[in-house]
T-cell receptor, first 114, second 111 residues
Framework: EAGVTQFPSHSVIEKGQTVTLRCDPISGHDNLYWYRRVMGKEIKFLLHFVKESKQDESGMPNNRFLAERTGGTYSTLKVQPAELEDSGVYFC????????????FGSGTQLSVL | DAKTTQPPSMDCAEGRAANLPCNHSTISGNEYVYWYRQIHSQGPQYIIHGLKNNETNEMASLIITEDRKSSTLILPHATLRDTAVYYCIVRVVWGRNKLVFGAGTILRVKS
């Protein structure tokens, strides 16, 4: 069974540009989460999808970040325009159902904004 | 979600048991204790979780005190590949299910 896959693994862009990160969850997982780790800080929650609906987007830092999950399968996280402080590692995770389930994480996308 | 307190770092000899403590004195009755770890340049990896009873799986054991205010993750025979940051997280599992990561414990397994 394939795990959670994220693309690209690394992205280097200039300030003001747009970047789109993609996450493919484990097949059949309704829950999809985005997290990020900024250099030197803790891993922070960004948002949670249940199928195609946003269940909780309380961690989204500002309106430069847009997450979508059309059709309830893969998800994209777009940053537009990117700022220097957006640099970090963006993780995606998925889980099968609500309750005491475990989250499966992808390897992350390392985003560098120059 | 309740906050947790973990030591910032620990060392363990290869082949010995690694015992990682976690304090969660404000835990509520409906909160589970979860352990995840992050090996360098990988995403966080689930290890184990429990509510009241001690739990064991192929990776580790979780010992939760009777009052549930603290717990210990035990890696019975640590290897060099167990070097990672270990996160103890308490989490309400109904409603909003997000994990809240703290600073964790850096476990260094040494040969």
């Amino acid at each position: 069974e394939a795990g959670v896959t994220q693309f690209p693994s690394h992205s280097v862009i200039e300030k003001g540009q747009t970047v789109t990160l993609r996450c493919d969850p484990i097949s059949g997982h309704d829950n999809l989460y985005w997290y990020r780790r900024v250099m030197g800080k803790e891993i922070k929650f960004l948002l949670h999808f249940v199928k195609e609906s946003k269940q909780d987007e309380s961690g989204m830092p500002n309106n430069r970040f847009l997450a979508e999950r059309t059709g309830g399968t893969y998800s994209t996280l777009k940053v537009q325009p990117a700022e220097l402080e957006d640099s970090g590692v963006y993780f995606c995770a998925s889980s099968q159902a609500s309750g005491p389930e475990k989250l499966f994480f992808g390897s992350g996308t390392q985003l560098s904004v120059l | 979600d309740a906050k947790t307190t973990q030591p910032p770092s620990m060392d363990c000899a290869e082949g010995r048991a690694a015992n990682l403590p976690c304090n969660h004195s404000t835990i509520s009755g409906n909160e589970y204790v979860y352990w995840y770890r992050q090996i360098h340049s990988q995403g966080p990896q689930y290890i184990i979780h429990g509510l009241k009873n001690n739990e064991t799986n192929e990776m580790a054991s979780l010992i939760i005190t009777e009052d549930r205010k603290s717990s210990t993750l035990i890696l019975p025979h640590a290897t060099l590949r167990d070097t990672a940051v270990y996160y103890c997280i308490v989490r309400v599992v109904w409603g909003r299910n997000k994990l809240v990561f703290g600073a964790g414990t850096i476990l260094r397994v040494k040969s």
